[in-house]
């Protein structure tokens, strides 16, 4: 009776997905992720006090603590207390099932859960226990955080879109305390995450307690690894909330710091000394040594025995091959084999560790580089190199998790996020030029900082009254251009990619092309050439890689993803402001349906899910800023510094990093308390803003527009102009950019009178050009971003 109870919900639920998905809109409840089916009703119900709880069904102590939570937590964000004629909460679970007692992540429809609210009282109906705590989330969310309260009269059926729902926490490169991952626990649960990747070893440190080899945490160049303890405390705490926790233990590379502590087991001799360097190094595990072997048995054993989860991350990227085609004693190991190539030898080496895993009764998890067709099957492969690489492992039959696209330690901003598909996309436009259309491309190149040049081809077809056009850069599939534009001599357009959003304004001059491209919210330049054009004979236009689009019967393969927080950049101090509140975009991407794509309906959840998750949820984002302003500049106006804030950005993607990689040492020593350090990836009053001003250029005959526009610009001004009387001759980082930003507001307000009286503007001067294109470039690791709009109002015909 049981299984067909169980049955009869999940089919339900399937039935109702298919034809009753509910897209958000501008009028959207404070819900994400977005439920799979929601129906509003007449039925409000008007919470006087806290509800009283009834239980049918399946009971368990997981459950019980999750309704002490749901309680307090309610408590705290509506000021409710209990009274005798509470309206009551029935919760009926089919069956007990959440990591407390299971340790297998459960398929989406076990996650479902169904949510009534009615004018007499509140339903809650689970598949399973884990579903029943995903239903007290979104009832939390509902409830808000003012008085008084009002539940809207709702139903709704949920489940997530994919099983797995995961965010990566790197304690190796900045080490996070007990305390700040289980308030990042507590995130997950509100968002929905069900998956805590927890990033223990790599080249600056080991995390990991190991007793065969103890010299491994002990050599750690800060001191600070987790006892057995403090692991199974996360655990637990984890499990209480529906979370499972995957280790990942990186082997052969990322292995700086098994090599300070036992070189013997190392490629190369040595000698290795504690790294505190960001970026990819050298040391590898010898893969032709059999202690290597016995050194992975034993801590793939101890990994057993302390996580129950039945997968184990062991890494496997950015390996570099130097070591091993420089030690002979490893060539004559590969040749004896048969190993045509180092990739081969890894994969080897992997087909060791899925053995070992495989007799712990665990399943390997790796990072893109272990796809290989001897590859084990049944390993699952994460995807950090893009849908391209996730859609090769998938039809060669792995199961696989995406993670591009979802790299929160990169600011970026939270659409990106949003817009992000999983799945390789086909071309949505024609590359082929017709007969009679004109069509040019340009070979180009962006130089970094850092790294390798941004480079690639440039496809534009067709007129400048309707072209179409794509990019191939290199080593990446084609992508058709967004907002594509072509006015005379200037080329502009947008396109989504690793890097983040990109935007291009660019000049065609005779055959060249130059100009910038936005990565984020920063330039590169960049400059080309044309190498195929309809004007020059025998051209072709440029062969695109070939996209592995995955077919519906292969889809299944596709698990879900992970947020990614990687800590070069992050500590203690500053971790929720950076994963939170974005996280919960990525969280909706992974729960809710597809076709939840609404931007404005998403910007307008966040910015309440944002206060909500602070007060509900006891996360620190708000908190966390206003510490480092604090901090930095004890004797400023808060209320100024939080102003200035709202006109800038941190520089997005890994600007932040080519900046210290170019001026600094690009390691644990650069300082993480700059101004940078304080500031969100995007902030409400720059995004209100620039929609004003957007506004506003078309229609300049409205006055409400423009008095917003005038207000803020006057705000900024004012608190910049106080900003840098305060800073001068104590604090060049911020009298540089409050001075700065004083004269982008004076431009704007000058712009925006003579728009206004219908006046021409008035050409620019060379300083006031220089500060416009200063401003869009990186100070102190910070774009002025409220420049941009400044810009377009410049722009403005």
């Known amino acids: 009776m049981l299984r067909f109870v169980i049955s009869l919900l999940l089919y339900a639920s399937c039935a109702l997905s298919s034809i009753s998905f509910a897209e958000p809109n501008s009028a959207s ?11 509003p009703t007449d039925e409000a119900l008007a919470l006087q006090s806290l509800p009283t709880v009834k239980f049918k069904g399946a009971h368990s102590d997981t459950l019980d603590k999750a309704i002490e939570r749901f309680t307090q937590r309610l408590q705290r964000q509506t000021g409710l207390t209990k009274s005798p004629d509470a309206p009551e909460l029935t919760i009926s679970v089919a069956r007990d099932m959440s990591p407390v007692n299971t340790h297998t992540l459960p398929e989406a429809q076990e996650a479902s859960y169904e949510l009534r609210v009615h004018s007499s009282g509140i339903e809650l109906t689970a598949a ?13 969310q509902l409830a808000g955080t003012h008085q008084p309260v009002v539940l809207p009269g709702v139903h709704i059926k949920d489940h997530p879109r994919f099983a797995w729902r995961g965010l990566l926490l790197d304690s190796v490169r900045h080490f996070f305390s007990v305390a700040t ?49 403090q692991i ?13 926790v995957l280790p990942e233990i990186d082997m052969p590379g990322h292995a700086s710091a098994i090599a300070v502590a036992y070189p013997e087991l190392m490629s190369a001799p040595g000698p ?33 025995e302390l996580f129950p989860f039945p997968y184990v991350h062991i890494g496997g990227d950015e390996v570099d091959p130097e070591h091993w085609e420089q030690n002979p004693q490893i060539q004559q190991f590969r040749e004896q084999h048969k190993l045509a190539d180092s990739q081969a030898l890894h994969t080897y080496f992997n087909q060791r560790l899925a053995e070992l895993l495989k007799n712990l009764d665990r399943h390997m998890i790796g990072w893109d580089e272990v796809l ?9 492969v994460q995807s950090w190199q893009g849908p391209d690489a996730l859609g090769r492992a998938i039809n060669m039959g792995y199961p696989a998790l995406l993670s591009t696209g979802f790299y929160l330690d990169q600011p970026q901003y939270a659409s990106y996020h949003h817009r992000v598909h999983l799945l390789p996309q086909p071309l949505s436009i024609e590359t082929t030029p017709n007969a009679d259309e004109p069509w040019n491309t340009w070979q180009f190149s962006a130089p970094r900082k850092r790294g390798s040049a941004i480079s690639g081809t440039l496809t534009v077809i067709g007129k ?15 992508q058709a251009l967004r907002d594509l534009n072509l006015e005379g001599q200037t080329l502009s357009f947008a396109v989504d990619t690793w890097m983040g959003p990109v935007k291009a304004k660019l000049t065609i001059r005779d055959s060249m092309i130059e100009g910038h491209l936005i990565a984020g919210n920063a330039p590169y330049s960049l400059r080309g050439k044309k190498i195929a054009s309809d004007s020059i004979a025998n051209s072709h236009p440029p062969v695109a890689l070939t996209k592995d689009i995955v077919s519906a019967a292969k889809q299944p393969l596709l698990w879900g993803g992970e947020a990614a927080l990687w800590a070069e950049m992050i500590d203690e101090n500053s971790i929720d402001l950076r994963l939170w509140p974005r996280g919960f975009v990525v969280a909706e991407r992974l729960w809710s349906s597809a076709q939840v794509r609404d931007e404005q309906s998403m910007y307008l959840r966040l910015d309440q899910i944002t206060q909500w998750a602070e007060i509900s949820a006891g996360l620190q984002h708000f908190a966390q800023q206003q510490a480092a302003l604090k901090k930095r500049y004890p004797d400023a106006s808060l209320s100024d510094l939080l102003v200035l804030s709202s006109a800038l950005e941190p520089a997005h993607y890994y600007h932040r990093h080519h900046e210290k990689s170019a001026h600094e040492t690009y390691s644990r020593r650069d300082p993480l308390n700059r101004l940078a350090d304080s500031l969100p990836a995007e902030n409400k009053t720059l995004r209100q803003f620039n929609q004003w001003v957007d506004a506003w250029t078309k229609d300049p005959a409205d006055s409400d527009l423009k008095q917003r526009i005038v207000g803020q610009l006057k705000r900024w001004q004012s608190a910049a102009n106080r900003l840098t009387a305060y800073s001068h001759n104590k604090h060049p980082e911020l009298h540089q950019l409050s001075q700065h930003l004083e004269q982008v507001c004076a431009i704007g307000l000058s712009a925006v009178a003579q728009i206004s009286e219908g006046e021409t503007l008035t050409p620019l001067t060379t300083q006031q050009t220089h500060t416009l294109h200063q401003a869009v470039n990186i100070q102190h690791e910070i774009i002025i971003a409220a420049a941009y709009g400044v810009n377009t109002l410049r722009a403005t015909p």
Not at 128 to 140: D, K, M, P, S, V
Not at 186 to 208: C, E, I, P, S, Y
Not at 468 to 473: A, K, P, V
């Open 232 to 244: 199974k405390d996360v655990i637990t705490y984890a499990q209480r909330r529906g979370i499972y």
């Open 272 to 304: 290795y000394a504690q790294e505190d360097r960001w970026g990819v190094h050298k040391p590898l595990l010898n893969p032709a040594n059999p202690q290597v072997y016995v050194f992975a048995n034993k801590i793939l054993t101890e990994v057993a």
């Open 372 to 380: 290989h067709p001897d590859l084990p099957q049944g390993t699952v």
């Open 29 to 39: 409840l404070p819900l994400m992720p977005w439920p799979q089916n929601l129906t």
């Open 181 to 229: 991952i289980k308030r990042q626990i507590d995130g997950m649960a509100a968002a929905k995450l069900n998956v805590l990747h927890w990033h223990l070893t790599d080249d600056q440190g080991w995390r990991f307690p190991s007793k065969a080899y103890p010299k491994l945490q002990q050599k750690n160049q800060d001191g600070h690894y987790y006892t057995r303890e």
């Open 128 to 140: 399973t226990t884990t579903g029943a705590l995903h239903g007290l989330e979104t009832l939390l």
């Open 464 to 478: 400048a009254d309707n072209p179409r056009g794509y990019i191939d850069f290199k080593n990446k599939s084609r």
